[in-house]
């Protein structure tokens, strides 16, 4: 799935979200609880409760949906300068799913526009330890590694990054 596509459904999937939840604000319901009536909410199933795959892909789908759901509500806070809220919504996503190396990527992102710069290079290389075999995501992280050793005046490691960078793709 491509990059608009995936932003098409992630806007979708938010737009559904505020049309079944018309009465209420939705920056005041929390994410795990958008479109679940709230004795459904994820918060109230408990893991040792759920039996047969049945019950594990559908909580799988709502850890997805959230996820995806947070994820444009940090590109939203991205977008409008407000790199704190999008850092912590971000590591909010991370709790749910810590090993999903998009999410480390994005974070990333993040502290490079906070200007973090040995953040954004740890944060890119979690993201490339998890990324399997994405060739597209681990040059993208590379790419990151490779700006934020600019800026911290290191030419040599910034040229190895995009060495490693133009490999990967």
């Known amino acids: 799935m491509n990059k608009n596509n995936f932003l ?12 079944e939840q018309a009465t209420k604000s939705v920056e005041l319901i929390p994410v795990e609880e958008r479109n679940v009536p709230l004795e459904k909410a994820p918060h109230t199933v408990v893991e040792s409760e759920v039996k047969g795959d049945k019950n594990k892909k559908a909580i799988n789908k709502k850890k997805e949906s959230v ?12 977008n409008k300068g407000q790199s704190e ?27 490079l526009q906070q200007e973090q710069w040995q953040q954004a290079i740890t ?5 490339n330890a998890l990324a399997a075999n994405n060739a597209q995501l681990r040059s993208d992280n590379w790419a990151v590694i ?17 060495n490693k960078q133009s490999g990967q793709a």
């Open 8 to 19: 098409l459904l992630a806007i979708t999937m938010c737009l559904a979200a505020c049309a």
């Open 123 to 127: 944060m890119a290389r979690k993201s």
């Open 67 to 78: 996820i995806i759901a947070l994820l444009d509500d940090a590109e939203g806070f991205s």
């Open 85 to 111: 809220k999008a850092a912590a919504t971000i590591e909010r996503a991370l709790r749910i799913e810590p090993k999903n190396a998009l999410l480390w990527h994005r974070l990333a992102i993040v502290r």
């Open 146 to 162: 490779a700006t934020a050793y600019d800026h911290l005046g290191n030419k040599k490691k910034a040229n190895e990054a995009r």
